[in-house]
């Protein structure tokens, strides 16, 4: 009875501390409560787990998909926000501010927290990026995440700007992993053949695979 008692205190001290807030991870003109009810389970857990620098966890990853943007639309490496450079950018980066500002540890749990959540996503035919979410984009993500994570913890007093040249760079030397593609930004298989779209709707595991960051 008495650990009963203390889990409904502590996670009644999370919702004063979600609900006080309203500026925890969500934008001024919805309550954060309604927000976070509408986090999927895994990472809604993580913030559970973590609140104390969920707020923090989400400004740096509203951060990551600004510099995304501007990185897409200058086209210094492509074009590609779905399995290619850019792609591989986001997560890295995400990942790499996300270590040096709230552990390694933590960055890695909350990447981790969102591929689960992809593969719900799969599960439910919602959309990630445009498309339905499968097993080999979240392979790619969790590399890139796990290299992220380590860029962040090497150069962990490395200021935004220089990070994001730290990424490019890594791109550049084929340390991340893209989805094969061709130049006309059709799936490949392992053999360089392209992939009839019909093959990879509604299947989690298919015939995609990943390369290094700098093929092509």
Not at 30 to 50: A, D, G, I, N, T
Not at 116 to 140: L, Q
Request: glycine letters at 6%; charged letters at 25%.
């Amino acid at each position: 009875m008495r650990i009963a008692i203390q889990q409904w205190i502590f996670f009644g001290l999370i919702y004063l501390l979600l609900i006080g807030n309203s500026n925890f991870i969500f934008s001024q003109n919805e309550s954060s409560f309604k927000k976070f009810r509408q986090l999927p389970c895994p990472e809604k857990c993580w913030v559970m787990k973590h609140p104390f620098v969920a707020r923090k966890a989400w400004k740096l990853t509203q951060q990551s998909l600004h510099v995304t943007d501007s990185i897409l639309s200058c086209g210094i490496i492509g074009k590609d926000a779905n399995g290619g450079k850019v792609d591989a950018f986001r997560h890295a980066y995400w990942m790499a501010i996300l270590s040096q500002k709230i552990g390694r540890r933590r960055a890695l749990s909350l990447g981790k927290a969102h591929e689960k959540s992809n593969y719900r996503d799969y599960k439910k035919h919602r959309k990630e990026d445009g498309t339905v979410p499968d097993k080999i984009s979240s392979e790619m993500d969790l590399w890139n995440n796990k290299l992220g994570i380590d860029l962040g913890d090497t150069y962990k007093k490395t200021d935004n700007k220089n990070m994001q040249e730290i990424i490019i760079q890594s791109i550049n030397l084929g340390m991340l992993k893209i989805i094969k593609k061709n130049q006309s930004g059709q799936f490949l298989d392992a053999n360089g053949n392209i992939i009839d779209p019909k093959e990879l709707k509604g299947k989690w595991e298919n015939n995609k695979c990943l390369v290094n960051s700098n093929y092509l």
